[in-house]
């Protein structure tokens, strides 16, 4: 309106000066404006009164809205005000109380904005609002709703302290209950002591605990004196209140009781206690003199055994108080039983251990006097033991002291003292077979220490032919050493005697005249005949001594023994020979029977599988068809991908010469396409099996633990021998594989039932100790793989194993024909020397076959002996490998000592070096032949 009235104006003017200027129409206009004159003051009259009418509504509505808000915030605290929620306890009580305290405040504070909003109502009352009728109701609710709230606010004020008060009652309640049940378990307490000390103790504490008792009371005093007050003020759970407070009356009353009761069963305890204390130290010194009684200590010797008499005289004396006092808790246990009859049994038992004690330690008392009266007799016995033993480790100490003889000498002086000694032990016979009678003695009259006894004997007459053995072997040991050093002396001698002469054969004059050489001749003449003189004492040094004697002997028996079991495990198997031949012609006979049974069924089944066989023969035929087809369909695949790749190279090629040659940067151009992976060198064009395997390296080769044990999937493909694996089945027809192949050649596979981490698992051995672990997907392709790397595995260690046992024939034969060579002979002139040559003992046969096997092992730079011959072997075409053997002695059957092993590694050393100067002389001899 306010932009049109300037129009308005202009149109006025307009009109006023029209009719100034005496318009042809100025009655036309003139009435024209005056109607547009009426009606503009009459739109502005409508528009004032809609602009009243509108401050009006403007004002209602904001009450409306403030009442709204009003009434939104009070149906907002109604739910916390009508909330049937008092607390679980006093704690939650107190926090709801202080809830409500505070809603209150805030009531409170919102009576200002409800006195705004009654009086904004009544002033546009007073104003003659239009919507009077509204305003007016809707400050009646607005006024109900708060005197409600305030109602519902001051109701639950009141309930919520009774809560609290409640809860209160119920925690002092519980308290009290919870304090009597602890004072109850007290109160009834089974334990009346285990003892006179420990009943006293109890008495204390029960004293102690009614006072405490006493002084607990004013807690009843003050529970009752809450519900009193509480049922006074008419609270709304009196009933409840009044149902805790009998309770407790009750309690307390049961806990005075029981606590009256346990002190008069403390009462009587304490006299049954008293007399098991009594009870009890009697049998202390009933035990005690038992222990003296019963103590196994008779005496080291006839001093100590008279004084242990002595002393078991006054513990006679010592039992006469002990009587008395044992018939005086007799009485006593008589007094309790008739007092106390449920105690009776225990009373009762206790005095009849007390007298059954007492009887055992009269007669303990009884059979130690006999049994000192026996100690004497015993220990001269032992000194006599002592005497004899002591002797004998003696004699052992002086027998095994000799040191073996460094020459022929002082062999046969030992060999005298050692039968001195054998004189003095024939003398020593006399006692000791007096010792045996006087212990078989004691031994019938039935002594108490009979098996010591026994012992005794038994001890003296091992350790008498432990002496015996000794000295036999011993012996045995000086006569082997005697003749080791008369060997030895003659060895010496000879060897000193060529010696002498290899003066003369080391003179190279040959004469230069006639006479010179025949007195050259004359003397080489001489030199021969002395010579053939000296070859009957150097034969004799080929002689068998007494230590290869016991060699040989012990070999024989050895030998001896392996073929009576050979002749007893031959005679086994030709009787378990025998027997299988009867159950074989049994089966058969049954067999026979059976087989004609069974013809009838076998043709049916023959026809069957006839049958069957044509069937399966026609499924393979298809099914042969089918993988023909499969394989011409995947040949086609595999050529298309192959000429793609090769124009897919071209193209790549073309564009790498091509940037190359256009580019103007020095630096060489680097290709980033990732290096196609290399072709195998050789395809595989024939497989057993192919699939999707997981594999895992347990063992590297050599059995040592893999570092990556982790598992991997590959696309695996057997194939003579070998497991190759790819990364699927693309690399596969490409031929490029992702790991190195597996020979499995020699190797074992099965089912790893034994790795529970994972199903379908299969360990693969192979023959470098390499192991390896394959996951499959079901039971039927575990079975198929481990039945196809068996059989390929098998067929590759049966090559091995022909390889091994040529390689083993090769290294068997020349130890063989080493064990077998002949025995030196003088060589015709002018033979060649042979190829072979070895040094065997001069004395000893030549056997074609080979010494056991226990008493031969391989040492490297050593030839075959008796004892330790080294031997020469040349370097021919078939001569074997530079080896030996070394012939081992049977072990020694002496007892073991420090003295005897000394002076047996000496003899053996004695021994080696008389036969290492044999060989020397041996070959010395045959040199100056």
């Known amino acids: 309106m306010a932009s049109h009235e300037p129009i308005l104006l202009v149109v006025g003017s307009t009109a006023k000066e029209l009719i100034q200027s005496e318009h042809f129409s100025k009655d036309s206009i003139q009435s024209r404006w005056q109607e547009l004159h009426d009606s503009w003051l009459k739109l502005k009259e409508v528009a004032a009164q809609r602009k009243l009418k509108l401050n009006e509504s403007l004002e209602s509505q904001e009450y409306y809205t403030s009442a709204q808000e009003a009434e939104g915030w009070m149906s907002e605290k109604r739910p916390l005000l009508s909330s049937e929620d008092y607390g679980r306890d006093e704690d939650s009580a107190e926090d709801l109380m202080k809830k409500n305290t505070a809603l209150q405040q805030d009531l409170e504070v919102y009576s200002r904005t409800i006195d705004t909003l009654m009086e904004e109502c009544e002033r546009l009352l007073s104003n003659n609002h239009f919507d009077s009728t509204n305003?007016?109701?809707?400050?009646?609710?607005?006024?109900?709703?708060?005197?409600?709230?305030?109602?519902?606010?001051?109701?639950?004020?009141?309930?919520?302290?009774?809560?609290?008060?409640?809860?209160?009652?119920?925690?002092?309640?519980?308290?009290?209950?919870?304090?009597?049940?602890?004072?109850?378990?007290?109160?009834?307490?089974?334990?009346?002591?285990?003892?006179?000390?420990?009943?006293?103790?109890?008495?204390?504490?029960?004293?102690?605990?009614?006072?405490?008792?006493?002084?607990?009371?004013?807690?009843?005093?003050?529970?009752?004196?809450?519900?009193?007050?509480?049922?006074?003020?008419?609270?709304?759970?009196?009933?409840?209140?009044?149902?805790?407070?009998?309770?407790?009356?009750?309690?307390?009353?049961?806990?005075?009781?029981?606590?009256?009761?346990?002190?008069?069963?403390?009462?009587g305890a304490k006299e049954i206690h008293a007399f098991d204390h009594d009870a009890h130290e009697t049998q202390a010194w009933i035990q005690e003199k038992e222990a003296a009684v019963s103590s196994e200590d008779y005496g080291r010797d006839l001093a100590s055994v008279q004084a242990l008499q002595r002393k078991h005289e006054g513990l006679v004396r010592d039992l006469g108080a002990l009587e008395e006092r044992v018939h005086n808790l007799e009485k006593e246990c008589d007094r309790l039983v008739c007092k106390f009859p449920e105690a009776a049994p225990r009373v009762q038992h206790k005095q009849e251990e007390l007298t059954a004690q007492w009887d055992q330690l009269t007669q303990r008392v009884e059979a130690r006097k006999g049994r000192l009266d026996e100690s004497e007799q015993l220990h001269s016995y032992l000194n006599t033991f002592r005497d004899l033993n002591s002797w004998i480790n003696d004699m052992l100490s002086v027998i095994r002291s000799d040191k073996l003889a460094k020459d022929v000498v002082s062999a046969d002086a030992l060999l005298a003292r050692h039968r001195e000694r054998r004189a003095e032990m024939d003398t020593r016979d006399s006692s000791f077979a007096s010792f045996t009678a006087d212990g078989e003695s004691l031994i019938d009259k039935g002594h108490f220490a009979s098996e010591e006894i026994q012992e005794k004997i038994e001890q003296l007459d091992a350790a008498r032919e432990i002496l015996i053995i000794t000295w036999e072997e011993r012996q045995t040991e000086f006569e082997h050493c005697k003749d080791t050093q008369l060997y030895c002396k003659e060895a010496q001698q000879a060897e000193a005697w060529i010696t002498l002469r290899e003066a003369f054969l080391a003179n190279e004059d040959l004469g230069d005249s006639l006479d010179v050489v025949e007195e050259l001749l004359r003397k080489q003449s001489d030199f021969e005949k002395t010579l053939a003189a000296q070859e009957e004492k150097f034969s004799g040094l080929n002689r068998e001594t007494a230590v290869e004697e016991q060699e040989r002997v012990h070999m024989e028996a050895e030998e001896q023994r392996l073929l009576e079991e050979q002749q007893a495990a031959e005679r086994k198997r030709l009787k378990e020979e025998e027997e299988r031949k009867k159950k074989l012609e049994a089966v058969k006979l049954k067999q026979e029977s059976e087989r004609k049974q069974r013809e009838e069924e076998l043709r049916k089944q023959q026809r069957e599988a006839?049958?069957?066989?044509?069937?399966?023969?026609?499924?393979?035929?298809?099914?042969?068809?089918?993988?023909?087809?499969?394989?011409?369909?995947?040949?086609?695949?595999?050529?298309?991908?192959?000429?793609?790749?090769?124009?897919?190279?071209?193209?790549?090629?073309?564009?790498?010469?091509?940037?190359?040659?256009?580019?103007?940067?020095?630096?060489?151009?680097?290709?980033?396409?990732?290096?196609?992976?290399?072709?195998?060198?050789?395809?595989?064009?024939?497989?057993?099996?192919?699939?999707?395997?997981?594999?895992?390296?347990?063992?590297?080769?050599?059995?040592?633990?893999?570092?990556?044990?982790?598992?991997?999937?590959?696309?695996?493909?057997?194939?003579?021998?070998?497991?190759?694996?790819?990364?699927?089945?693309?690399?596969?027809?490409?031929?490029?594989?992702?790991?190195?192949?597996?020979?499995?050649?020699?190797?074992?596979?099965?089912?790893?039932?034994?790795?529970?981490?994972?199903?379908?698992?299969?360990?693969?051995?192979?023959?470098?100790?390499?192991?390896?672990?394959?996951?499959?997907?079901?039971?039927?392709?575990?079975?198929?793989?481990?039945?196809?790397?068996?059989?390929?595995?098998?067929?590759?260690?049966?090559?091995?194993?022909?390889?091994?046992?040529?390689?083993?024939?090769?290294?068997?034969?020349?130890?063989?024909?080493?064990?077998?060579?002949?025995?030196?002979?003088?060589?015709?002139?002018?033979?060649?020397?042979?190829?072979?040559?070895?040094?065997?003992?001069?004395?000893?046969?030549?056997?074609?076959?080979?010494?056991?096997?226990?008493?031969?092992?391989?040492?490297?730079?050593?030839?075959?002996?008796?004892?330790?011959?080294?031997?020469?072997?040349?370097?021919?075409?078939?001569?074997?490998?530079?080896?030996?053997?070394?012939?081992?002695?049977?072990?020694?059957?002496?007892?073991?000592?420090?003295?005897?092993?000394?002076?047996?590694?000496?003899?053996?050393?004695?021994?080696?070096?008389?036969?290492?100067?044999?060989?020397?002389?041996?070959?010395?001899f045959r040199k100056k032949k």
């Open 135 to 267: 305003l007016s109701e809707k400050q009646s609710r607005v006024g109900e709703l708060y005197s409600e709230l305030q109602d519902l606010a001051s109701q639950r004020n009141r309930r919520l302290q009774e809560s609290r008060q409640l809860h209160a009652f119920h925690r002092e309640v519980n308290e009290v209950e919870e304090w009597i049940a602890e004072k109850e378990k007290i109160a009834t307490l089974q334990d009346h002591g285990k003892d006179l000390e420990h009943v006293v103790i109890l008495q204390k504490k029960h004293e102690d605990f009614a006072v405490e008792l006493a002084a607990g009371e004013e807690r009843v005093i003050t529970v009752e004196t809450l519900a009193k007050s509480l049922l006074d003020d008419n609270h709304s759970n009196g009933l409840v209140i009044q149902e805790r407070l009998d309770n407790l009356r009750q309690l307390w009353s049961d806990l005075n009781e029981l606590m009256q009761l346990r002190r008069e069963a403390l009462a």
């Open 610 to 924: 006839q049958r069957r066989a044509e069937e399966e023969d026609r499924r393979q035929r298809d099914e042969e068809e089918k993988r023909k087809r499969e394989a011409e369909r995947r040949k086609a695949e595999q050529q298309r991908r192959l000429e793609e790749e090769q124009r897919m190279e071209e193209v790549r090629r073309r564009q790498v010469v091509r940037l190359s040659a256009d580019s103007t940067d020095s630096k060489p151009y680097r290709s980033t396409s990732p290096e196609a992976p290399k072709p195998m060198q050789e395809k595989i064009l024939k497989w057993e099996c192919e699939g999707v395997l997981q594999r895992k390296n347990e063992l590297d080769e050599g059995g040592r633990k893999s570092a990556n044990r982790s598992w991997k999937a590959y696309y695996t493909v057997l194939s003579d021998q070998h497991l190759h694996f790819f990364k699927d089945r693309r690399d596969f027809t490409l031929q490029t594989p992702a790991a190195p192949a597996i020979n499995i050649g020699g190797g074992r596979c099965d089912v790893a039932s034994d790795y529970t981490k994972r199903k379908n698992v299969m360990r693969l051995r192979l023959h470098n100790g390499a192991e390896y672990l394959f996951l499959t997907n079901d039971v039927a392709e575990l079975q198929q793989w481990v039945s196809k790397i068996s059989v390929l595995a098998a067929q590759g260690g049966q090559a091995l194993s022909d390889t091994d046992d040529t390689n083993d024939l090769d290294i068997v034969s020349p130890l063989r024909s080493r064990n077998t060579a002949t025995s030196p002979s003088p060589l015709p002139s002018g033979s060649p020397p042979s190829k072979t040559t070895s040094s065997v003992p001069l004395h000893s046969p030549v056997s074609s076959s080979p010494p056991p096997a226990s008493f031969i092992s391989p040492v490297v730079g050593s030839a075959p002996s008796s004892l330790h011959l080294q031997g020469e072997t040349s370097t021919g075409p078939s001569a074997p490998a530079t080896g030996s053997y070394r012939r081992e002695t049977a072990p020694s059957l002496a007892p073991p000592s420090t003295e005897s092993g000394a002076s047996g590694s000496t003899s053996m050393a004695d021994v080696a070096e008389a036969k290492r100067k044999k060989s020397r002389l041996g070959s010395m």
